[in-house]
């Protein structure tokens, strides 16, 4: 069976720091890979997702970035963390595929002070 | 461009009465619906989701939706609340492309249990 692990489960950085997330699927190949960002009020926004390594598409334009090193493997980074930052971020993956749902990781609380 | 709107941020509804939390869709192509539900500090679960065929569709722990075309609606129901149902829920769309579909979230119904 396929799973998702993303680490840590909790984050406090100071501003001005740099930020390193990461996501890893198991049990499957070739996934689409996304990072969401969850803000009280604001639903999930989509900040990046990925069909293959190395193919990155970014949905809003921020202070953070991501990278597919590896196949099923899914980095989101900063270089200088922002206290607009803070928030709860989910990775994700889905089949490649019409119609199929999101399966989540358990999420990364972050908060920047 | 598809986009979700979900009616009410919060509602309370007594141990044992009827849920229904309201979603509806914009979407210019046939589209797929979701609805997800999220304990607190926890990823999101998937409930229901409707792509072809019957619009009723029926999920996990009593839940089901119904795919109404002509509303662009697809509201989640459960006949008789239990209070392991407090959660938020999300409704969430997305379109066909080619194996490329983003879902689009709504912005979340946080559901109280009245004991």
Redesign the interface.
């Known amino acids: 069976s396929q799973t998702i692990h ?1 680490w840590p489960a909790t984050l406090v950085q100071p501003v001005g720091s740099p930020l390193s997330l990461e996501c890893t699927v198991e049990g499957t190949s070739n996934p ?1 890979l ?1 990072w ?1 960002r969850q803000a009280a ?4 926004q ?1 900040l990046f ?1 990925s ?1 293959g390594i190395g193919q990155i598409s970014s949905e809003v334009p921020q202070n953070l970035s991501a990278s597919r090193p590896q196949d099923r493997q899914f980095i989101l980074s900063s270089k200088k963390l922002l206290l607009s930052d803070s928030g ?1 971020y ?1 990775c ?1 993956w ?1 089949h ?12 990364t ?1 972050l908060t920047v002070v | 461009a598809q986009s979700v709107t979900q009616l009410g941020s919060h509602v309370s509804v007594s141990e044992g009465a009827l849920v229904l939390l309201r979603c509806n869709y914009s979407s210019s192509v046939p589209p797929y619906l979701f609805w997800y539900v999220q304990y607190p500090n926890q990823g999101l679960q998937l409930l229901l989701k409707y792509t072809t065929g019957a619009t009723l569709v029926k999920g996990i722990n009593g839940f089901e939706a119904e795919f109404k075309k002509s509303e662009t609606s697809f509201h989640l129901t459960k006949p008789s609340a239990h209070m392991s149902d407090a959660a938020e829920y999300f409704c969430a769309v997305s379109a066909p492309n080619f194996g490329n579909e983003k879902l689009t979230f709504g912005t979340g119904t946080r559901l109280t249990i009245i004991p």
Not at chain 1, 41 to 44: E, I, Q, S, V
Not at chain 1, 96 to 107: I, L, R, S, V, Y
């Open positions: 993303q689409n996304y969401y009020g604001r639903g999930l989509l997702y069909v709860f989910l994700a889905s490649q595929g019409q119609g199929t749902e999101a399966f989540f990781g358990q999420g609380r």
